[in-house]
């Protein structure tokens, strides 16, 4: 078993989460993650702590397989080690403020000059040439930006207000799409031998999220309404596309359904999807008993079922009611029709499927935590499977990864402490 980066050095200069979510997936893929922390670490090391004095799971959770080594790259020496660092590098990542990397010495320009076959990424919150190119984004900012706060949410009553996913898609996301961005230049170097720079906006990433809303914009500034949204035909549509509520976006009919324990639990829910295909709407109209469907000029057709989405949504809901989300899933896909169930983070953790195949993964940390969960590689390989690590404590990694740039004793450590260069 090969890891993929296996022999890849990576300086990683990022923190808090946009960036450390895809410098951790470079480590769990083999490479050799060198996380470069300022003076106090990254921010979440304290940030959401459960346990007093201890690393947050915020920290723990974004950073395993890497090392950390203390640095204050302001500093002279601090500067010449960076430099070094980053001449042996095939590859660095930041995600600092804007103008940050540049002010710092290490922008672009200059790490190409340094090394010309390291690939750079940074995660910014908009685009270079953007009137908002100099503002800090953090997560709920890249959502708004990006068009996800406006298109998430109900479209009426009094929460009918711009709402955030619950999905880190200005952050992780962020991450990912870095992630592919990093690899791509990989491929890319292998032909032209020589580095180059990814720049990857946060806002960007949420609006590739987003990318069917900007479909459905379109066809409202066409057709004046859209047939596939939950207000239709029920209420007018403005200029912009509407909340959805819980609308499945694809055109399909779908939408969450309360099941018996609803009263008791606020998230007995089941999603159910009904087809627009002939077929799929049979297996549907069987599987619930709603054969008359079938010949109904209301319900047989997609269009017909768009116009009476309310009274289509009241039946099934009457079904739903009957039974657990457990058993509608259980029964409704053995017969066919697209479904899931409403799973909380409470049940996530415990689904035996999730935590025996690597999605939910048990981290030995030791100390006062012990071990701690976390979300593993969110896809599987034939030939490889990632080892899961815990992530480094501030500074553990400072003699073994220093020795290797000429501060090979106990002396010289001492003295960069001494001088504020490392912690």
């Not at 010309?116 to 995660?123: A, F, L, R, V």
Request: hydrophobic fraction near 35%.
């Amino acid at each position: 078993m090969v890891a993929p980066l296996e022999g890849m050095k990576v300086i990683d200069m990022t923190e808090v989460q946009s960036g450390p979510s895809c410098t951790q997936m470079l480590a769990w893929l083999g490479a050799d993650v060198i996380k470069i922390e300022r003076p106090g670490g990254d921010p979440t090391r304290s940030e959401l702590r459960d346990i007093p004095n201890a690393d947050s799971l915020y920290y723990l959770q974004l950073n395993s397989n890497k090392k950390s080594v203390t640095l204050n790259a302001k500093t002279p020496e601090g500067k010449k080690i960076l430099t070094e660092m980053i001449k042996g590098a095939d590859m660095c990542g930041e995600n600092l403020h804007p103008g940050a990397i540049e002010e710092l010495g290490f922008g672009w320009d200059v790490v190409d000059k340094l090394n010309p076959k390291c690939i750079m990424g940074s995660i910014k919150g908009f685009n270079k040439g953007s009137r908002y190119s100099n503002i800090k984004a953090f997560e709920p900012v890249a959502q708004c930006a990006g068009g996800s706060a406006t298109a998430t949410g109900w479209f009426s009553g009094p929460d009918n207000i711009p709402t955030q996913s619950g999905a880190a898609l200005g952050d992780s996301n962020s991450g990912m799409h870095l992630l592919i961005g990093l690899l791509a230049a990989v491929a890319q170097r292998y032909k032209t031998g020589e580095g180059c720079y990814v720049y990857q906006s946060m806002q960007n990433a949420v609006i590739n999220l987003c990318r069917i809303k900007l479909r459905d914009q379109l066809m409202l500034d066409r057709l004046g309404y859209l047939a596939h949204y939950s207000m239709y035909p029920y209420e007018k549509f403005g200029k912009t596309i509407p909340r959805p509520a819980n609308a499945e976006g694809g055109g399909v009919l779908g939408w969450c359904y309360k099941c018996k324990n609803w009263a008791t639990d606020d998230n007995d829910y089941v999603y159910i999807v009904i087809q627009r295909s002939k077929r799929g709407f049979e297996q549907f109209c069987e599987a619930m008993g709603f054969q008359s469907w079938l010949t109904d000029p209301k319900f047989n057709t997609a269009d017909a079922r768009d116009l009476h989405k309310r009274e289509i949504y009241a039946a099934i809901e009457q079904w739903t009611m009957q039974r657990s989300k457990e058993e509608c899933v259980k029964y409704l896909g053995e017969k066919g029709v697209p479904v899931g169930p409403v799973a909380t983070w409470y049940e996530l953790e415990r689904d035996p499927d999730l935590t025996t195949d690597g999605t939910i993964v048990k981290v030995e940390e030791g100390g006062v935590r012990g071990s701690y969960l976390t979300v593993g590689l969110p896809f599987t390989m034939s030939d490889f499977k990632p080892d899961i690590k815990r992530a480094p404590t501030l500074g553990e990694n400072n003699a073994e990864v220093l020795a290797k740039y000429g501060y090979t004793t106990p002396e010289q450590l001492a003295k960069l402490k001494e001088e504020k260069v490392i912690e």
